[in-house]
């Protein structure tokens, strides 16, 4: 059958075969995945890095090249003994959620080893639990992308996009680590999703909130337009933010009851984005307008500086993904000249969360430019998701999605990721544009039909 004449012809394979067997195919190409992700390791900067670690599975020992996380005893502090979080100096008190999670996971194969008698280092346990976290993240930020930008599921979109967040740029630094900077677009994806679904539930984003602090954006973006209609929408949205706080007030409780039961050095809160020197997440800003005798510990945490700051790291981010922002744009391009226009619902969501989430983050005080990815560039990726969607060419999404994952797995430190390409990914680039163009030929003989 001619390609021009069946854009979708996997989609519709996709669609025929039994769901168990795609499920099987699906769980083997994330094993493929995950596989390709490993043998590409990017070399991290700083504490972070590859080291050769010996791991314990059925008392076996096997040594090999591992990414170690500066602050992953912290995360697996939490993940064995959840009630030691609350002691003073614990740094990520304020993500108790990821930390329960991990516990949990981490206690079912701890539990699952005793049962079966199989003998497994504590460190490998824990590090098998962080990567089981970030592989059912993973999924849910393919299952909310697809839910997002199409009507219905869409198995071969699933596919297309669990594999273009596994080899984005952000996924490919954390995803063997035991962080929860990977959580950060999947809660970006459900404010868009209930934005677009004009449903404000508090109670979701409160849950998101415990697991990072970005939950709360997208809860601010639709109180924000929701206040427009103050008299009709102001029970609703006390509601919403009552809602909003429990699971916080829940734990703070759990907090409490610890501090009752196990002693006062386990029930301590302590919230180190803002009270670290250092830091001072969204507290610099406070201090500098209220306290005048506040001295600030980066030059960037005052009023006539960190606008200048902002700017200048914002310019490293776009260095650092010029090409995905040149890929991106040329699917915008090809959007443009199919549909004449973007006057589309989804685009715009996408767009103003987008830039609301980037002027949210310029308060935040930490001027790194993997906090400006938390906005630019989850937006970016979704709008390449977007465009992939509405443009609705298998064989474009597939060769796009080469073009991207080669380009993301052939940069294995942060000078490696400029404009140069080499002459394969060329080729590559030349072969989409020849599918883009082929596409939009078809497109203009269709409609003079």
């Not at 594999?163 to 999947?186: A, G, V």
């Not at 969360?353 to 930490?366: D, P």
Request: proline share 2%; aromatic share 24%; net charge positive.
């Amino acid at each position: 059958m001619a390609l021009q004449n069946n854009k979708q012809f996997i989609q519709s394979f996709l669609n025929s075969i039994n769901l168990k067997i795609y499920f099987l195919f699906l769980i083997t190409l994330q094993i493929f995945g995950i596989y390709l992700s490993y043998k590409n390791l990017f070399f991290y900067e700083g504490c972070t890095s590859n080291n050769l670690r010996e791991f314990s599975f059925f008392n076996q020992s096997l040594a090999f090249n591992y990414p170690e996380m500066c602050d992953e005893s912290f995360y697996f502090h939490g993940f064995q003994w959840i009630n030691h979080i609350y002691e003073n100096g614990f740094v990520y008190q304020d993500r108790p959620l990821y930390l329960v999670v991990g516990f949990i996971v981490y206690r079912i194969l701890f539990i699952i080893s005793l049962i079966f008698g199989f003998y497994i280092d504590p460190t490998s346990l824990l590090l098998l639990a962080s990567l089981i976290i970030q592989i059912i993240v993973l999924n849910m930020i393919a299952y909310f992308l697809t839910k997002l930008l199409s009507e219905k599921f869409n198995r071969f979109y699933f596919i297309v996009f669990l594999l273009f967040t596994l080899f984005s740029f952000e996924y490919r630094l954390y995803f063997f680590l035991p962080s929860n900077s990977t959580i950060y677009l999947l809660i970006f994806l459900y404010s868009i999703y209930s934005i677009k679904s004009k449903k404000l539930n508090g109670f979701s984003y409160g849950i998101l909130f415990t697991i990072s602090g970005y939950g709360v954006m997208g809860l601010i973006y639709q109180v924000l337009f929701k206040i427009r209609y103050l008299k009709r929408e102001y029970k609703n949205i006390f509601l919403n933010l009552t809602l909003f706080m429990i699971p916080t007030l829940s734990f703070e409780l759990f907090r409490l009851l610890l501090g009752r039961f196990q002693g006062d050095e386990y029930g301590v809160r302590y919230i180190h984005a803002a009270e670290a020197p250092e830091y001072q997440q969204f507290v610099w800003f406070l201090r500098t307008i209220f306290i005048n005798s506040y001295e600030p510990y980066q030059s960037c945490h005052q009023l006539f500086e960190f606008l200048s700051c902002y700017l200048n790291i914002t310019g490293k981010y776009i260095s650092l993904n010029i090409i995905y922002i040149f890929s991106s744009l040329i699917l915008f391009a090809y959007y443009l000249i199919k549909f004449k226009n973007f006057n589309n619902k989804y685009f715009r969501y996408i767009v103003s969360y987008t830039l609301f989430s980037y002027i949210f983050i310029s308060f935040q005080g930490l001027y790194d430019y993997r906090f400006i990815y938390y906005s630019i560039g989850f937006g970016i990726l979704t709008l390449s998701c977007f465009f992939l969607i509405r443009i609705n060419n298998d064989i474009i999404s597939l060769v796009f999605l080469m073009f991207s994952s080669i380009y993301t797995l052939t940069r294995y430190s942060y000078e490696d990721f400029t404009y140069r390409l080499d002459n394969f990914e060329i080729t590559i680039l030349i072969i989409f544009s020849i599918f883009v163009l082929n596409d939009y030929i078809s497109e203009r003989k269709i409609g003079t039909i």
